[in-house]
């Protein structure tokens, strides 16, 4: 059975839709709204402004195009890769360093690599800032992040949760909303296809020159289709490469270009076989 719809006035045409964002009064005056309201509403084509603070992501190209300009505090943050425990210290090195100068502590939940203490020295960070929650159990994980964000006891949560269920995911959105912190957790890149109450969600890989490829899947504000490449030579190693090494993908490409030109320029083959001929 299909129901008919009509309008309550009445009349056979639709109401006709605002011409634009403004709301009108009976007479068709525009209604002015209090600044306190009209600063609280967001609109679709435009980066949303968080509620609660941000924490600078300390990549000035990544905080352009996040809402508010950084990670955000009492929210989830998805972050998809290929490979796990490859990218994320680098990615959130600068934001733990900001924390730890303010006395926080950084709680990680299970990661699969045990923490690589004088590599995170390199990058800045103080491992008496480090708190590390062993966990193997997809639940253990679950139940240790929960209850960190309800405690509101950490400066950043990060937590590798690859198993973690669409529920389970808004039931820590929920618990969110009452921590201070930025909580991050960490997917497999095959989740990319499915829905997540997280509100702001990221594809990360590593690039062949040290970069950090990020593209953006979902945000508060408009779609952004082109991936950002961050800067991010590992700690340690900024010091000894020579400026050709930082690059390598230009010795690669070189190599490339003078194997190609070999093959298409060198005779050898050719008289070898003429030769072989020859002797026939």
Known sequence: MVASLSWVSGDDAPPTPFASN???????????????????????????SP????????????DAQLPGGGWPC????????????????????????????????????????????PGLVHLGLDERHLVWIHADK????????????????????????????????????VSAQSCDAPIILFRPAAAAHEASAAPLRLQARFGIDWELGIQLLKRKGPSHDTELRLP??????????????????????????????HAVGSTAPA??????????
């Open 22 to 48: 403004a709301s009108r009064d009976p007479k068709g005056r525009p209604l002015v709204l209090p600044h306190a309201v009209e600063s609280a509403i967001w609109r679709g084509d435009a980066l949303g």
């Open 51 to 62: 509620v609660t603070r941000i924490l600078s992501s300390g990549f000035e190209a990544l």
């Open 74 to 117: 009492g929210s989830l943050t998805e972050v998809l890769q290929a490979q796990a425990t490859v990218l994320e210290w680098r990615l959130f090195a600068p934001a733990m360093r900001a924390l730890i100068l303010e006395g926080k502590q950084i709680v990680v939940v299970g990661p699969p690599k045990a923490p690589h203490i």
């Open 138 to 173: 997809p639940m253990e994980r679950l139940w240790a992040i929960e209850q960190l964000l309800k405690a509101n006891a950490a400066g950043m949560v990060l937590g590798w949760v690859p198993q973690a269920r669409q529920e389970q995911i808004r039931r820590l959105q």
């Open 232 to 261: 991010s030579i590992p700690g340690g190693l900024a010091e000894i490469l020579t400026p050709r090494l930082q690059h390598p993908s230009r010795l690669i490409a070189a190599r490339h270009f003078r194997e190609f030109s």
């Open 271 to 280: 008289q070898a076989a003429g030769r072989s001929e020859a002797a026939h």
